[in-house]
């Protein structure tokens, strides 16, 4: 077993700050020790194999990504991560564990989708990883299979209102689901916009030549959200379900969920860096109403207009807690061969954006602009994940006992993100090109095992192992 020692640096987590010594032994961390401290030794430095200097530098508990698709089959094609490509892109970006989502496909057993995803991602990433369930059938049998995920570590399942005939959940079934993740302490997730609506009014602006991807925010409205947001809290209080709303965009979707908040309630959400920076009329409608480029920006739910005010909705409703997290609900696909399924339909265009290399970088550029604290930066990235999906004081924490899982991170530093610059996700494009941070990712360590330092990827695919994750420890 090889010891670490980082010095100098200004350990940060979600309550405080304090210059500090963090020191590993294997892959855990067993000491966080005063600057010069002889606590273990009067020449500590010189007794590790590994010394780092962070003096000047941030140094925090690994980013955990608790959203991402790698080999998510969708509309005709598979994104185009796999799970070594996405988790390699991950470490990079200072991210050190993924929850990604296991696909139960109607009609399929949900053991025989569990099983699927354990072979994609076994011996495959370079970073740790756990699973979220789809379900996207509900029936018996799916409910009773439901009863096996705590055991298997899996203690959250997703129900999409959208998306009718691939993943669509009615609210009787909904509602039975809630029953039974109510009875076995299991987060409901939920992709919420009305599906159904959604498909009529796309529909309708095909009909009217409209087949651009700007209208694929048209016809996902912020009513659509609101009204599924709304529907889904209504659900998860008659059933005393905790609920965790995915990739929440809208700000009349925030005020519900801070609604029921107020109540009380069990109901949290979760936002991603594509709604707090880009919108409809600049990426959706680059190159026009009719021009395709926006099918870059092609997600669901949707980007928003800038001039409605969602995007600054966004933060805020994280400096308030009413949106408790940032994951990227990262989904890449290239804009050559499909993306371009979509030419001349909207409705065909592959949904998602490659976002897992970015995420820790521009959450920070909002700490530079005065949006948050360096503190509610690691609790939206790394401690707020970790405690809502089972894996506190493992993860999302700078404490003996922990994993090792450590990022320094240099606030003189500088990263400029682009697809010839900072991209090392599988994808032909950047959708955040041109973007600069003023922060740099210097050092990423997983599990004691330094996986970047001085420029250079030190990792490899099969160090990152299974999460298995307890139940949540976020509810109130």
């Not at 003189?412 to 955040?432: F, L, Q, R, V």
Request: with cysteine.
């Amino acid at each position: 077993m090889s010891t670490l020692l980082i010095t100098g640096g200004t350990v940060v987590s979600a309550t405080g700050r304090t210059v500090a010594d963090v020191l590993v032994d294997g892959e855990r961390i067993v000491a966080v020790l005063q600057p010069g401290s002889t606590l273990l030794g009067h020449d500590l430095a010189a007794a590790v194999d590994t010394l780092i200097d962070a003096t000047g530098k941030y140094v925090i508990p690994g980013g955990i990504d608790a959203h991402t698709h790698m080999e998510l089959p969708f509309g005709g094609t598979n994104a185009s991560d796999t799970f070594e490509t996405g988790t390699t892109a991950a470490a990079w970006g200072g991210t050190t564990s993924i929850i990604d989502f296991a696909v139960q496909k109607y009609g399929e057993a949900v053991e025989t989708g569990l099983a699927a995803w354990h072979e994609k991602a076994g011996g495959n990433c370079a970073v740790d990883y756990g699973f979220h369930q789809i379900i996207g059938g509900v029936d018996e049998q799916s409910l009773k299979a439901m009863e096996t995920l705590v055991d298997e570590g899996i203690t959250s399942y997703k129900l999409f209102m959208a998306y009718p005939g691939v993943f669509y959940s009615d609210d009787a079934q909904i509602l039975k689901a809630m029953q039974k993740a109510a009875e076995l302490g299991l987060m409901t997730m939920m992709h919420a916009e009305n599906g159904p609506a959604i498909d009529v009014l796309a529909e309708q602006l095909y009909n009217q030549g409209k087949t651009g991807p700007y209208y694929h925010g048209i016809a996902r409205a912020w009513q659509m959200e609101e009204e599924a947001t709304h529907r889904a809290i209504m659900l998860a209080d008659l059933t005393n379900a905790p609920l965790y709303v995915v990739h929440v965009s809208a700000k009349q979707a925030v005020a519900q969920l801070a609604a029921a908040r107020d109540r009380g309630k069990n109901v949290f959400g979760e936002t991603c860096p594509q709604y707090l920076y880009l919108s409809l009329e600049e990426q959706l409608g680059a190159g026009g109403k009719d021009g395709f480029e926006g099918a870059k920006w092609v997600c669901s739910t949707p980007l928003r207009s800038r001039e409605e005010g969602h995007q600054d909705a966004m933060w805020q409703g994280l400096r308030t807690n009413d949106l408790q997290m940032v994951s990227t609900d990262h989904c890449p696909f290239c804009m050559k061969d499909q993306k371009e399924l979509g030419l001349g339909d909207f409705r065909a265009i592959p949904n998602g954006i490659g976002s897992i290399e970015h995420r820790m970088d521009l959450l920070y550029q909002g700490v530079v602009t005065g949006e948050l604290t360096l503190e509610r930066w690691v609790e939206l990235t790394s401690t707020t994940p970790a405690r809502m999906f089972g894996l506190y004081g493992t993860k999302g924490v700078i404490a003996p006992g922990a994993d090792a899982d450590l990022v320094v991170y240099d606030p003189a530093g500088h990263t400029s993100i682009g697809y010839e610059k900072t991209h090392h996700m599988n994808m032909d494009h950047s959708a955040w090109e041109g973007f600069e941070i003023d922060g740099h990712v210097d050092v990423v360590i997983s599990r004691g095992e330094v996986l970047v330092s001085d420029g250079t990827f030190h990792g490899r695919a099969g160090h990152g192992r299974f999460l298995k994750r307890g139940l949540t420890q976020y509810l109130s």
